[in-house]
């Protein structure tokens, strides 16, 4: 099988595409044909070297869908749709970037659809990180306001039209006014532009602050993106746009405005659910969730795909087909 092995960290040109045996199937693991994979800045930055813990060689990839292969347990058949994600997936063990996966059987999403390939390989990360941060950290309800900090990401657009399927009104972030039009596109009530402290161009909005922020940049902007939440207010940090993992001399009484809650969200801690998975499926095959696909590549063309992910320019996810 063709896999794509990272031996030192560095940039998208030590992505090298090698040659391997197929993995050897053990009790508890499937072994999975691997359809497609999207990329995320977790790789990133583990690919760069800022992954702590991480050993090479490794294979990356956090998330892939494709089907069963083989499971020696028999609970799934072969050729059964499937999707996965975290879990060690591309840190403690190899992960989605080759053409098959060994996987624990606790990783597997299976589902039903007729979606495409690279359109499903958008899908299993974007949706444990959106949906658990939106429902399972922020718990969000109609009539709220939700700022999300980075709106322009393929987290932030789909967190702006998954918010705004639960009746909760958005303002969504961009650094560039040339945006605006697709986050009000995606489900963004209100556009604000970041210079990097917008908590008083928030406030022009609602004076009193928000009820909820998904912070998607990272540490970088935490501070002023807590001074945005309303009293008893709440902000969630899932995103690390900025590749900065700590807030250097935290000092939390100052850090934290009283009575604004923190909190993190990281799928590989606590996963949404099958069925939850599977709707969300359902309401892109229905046209209820519009995917923000930014590029489609092969996996011979996986160093090419990283470089778009550097510059920051997809417009959307990056995926991967096989």
Excluded at 69 to 78: F, L, N, T, V
Excluded at 105 to 114: D, G, M, Q, T
Excluded at 254 to 261: G, L, R
Excluded at 291 to 299: D, E, P, Y
Aim: a negative charge; hydrophobic letters at 40%.
């Amino acid at each position: 099988m063709k896999a794509v092995v990272i031996s030192n960290p560095g940039g998208p040109e030590s992505l090298i595409i090698e040659e391997r045996a197929l993995p050897v199937v053990k009790e508890g693991w499937v072994l999975v044909r691997v359809k497609a994979f999207g990329l995320n800045r977790s790789e990133l930055m583990t690919r760069k070297g800022l992954s702590p813990n991480v050993k090479f060689p490794r294979v990356l990839g956090i998330e892939c869908v494709g089907v069963i292969e083989d499971d020696p347990s028999g609970e799934y058949k072969p050729g059964q749709k499937i999707a996965a994600c975290m879990g060690g997936m591309g840190r403690d063990y190899d992960g989605g970037y080759a053409e098959y996966i060994l996987l624990p059987k606790a990783l597997i999403y299976p589902f039903n659809s007729h979606l495409p390939w690279e359109q499903l390989g958008a899908l299993p990360e974007m949706f444990e990180t959106v949906y658990g941060s939106l429902h399972l950290a922020l718990k969000i309800k109609a009539g709220e306001t939700l700022l999300i900090r980075g709106g322009t990401s393929s987290i932030g657009l789909l967190a702006a039209q998954m918010a705004k399927q639960s009746s909760v009104n958005v303002i969504a972030t961009t650094r560039s006014t040339g945006r605006v039009e697709l986050l009000t596109a995606n489900g963004a009530q209100n556009v604000v532009i970041d210079d990097g402290e917008i908590s008083e161009k928030v406030r022009e909005i609602l004076p009193k602050g928000v009820d909820k922020v998904l912070e998607l940049v990272g540490t970088v902007t935490l501070k002023d993106s807590l001074a945005c939440a309303a009293p008893g207010g709440t902000v969630c940090m899932t995103g690390m746009l900025a590749e900065q993992w700590s807030v250097s001399d935290f000092a939390p009484m100052e850090f934290i405005p009283a009575t604004v809650s923190l909190t993190v969200y990281d799928s590989g801690q606590v996963k949404s659910g099958k069925d939850s998975f599977q709707a969300f499926i359902n309401d892109v095959e229905n046209g209820g969730i519009k995917l923000s696909i930014g590029r489609v590549f092969t996996l011979d063309n996986i160093q090419e795909a990283h470089r778009l992910m550097d510059s920051n320019q997809a417009g959307g996810k990056i995926v991967v087909i096989t």
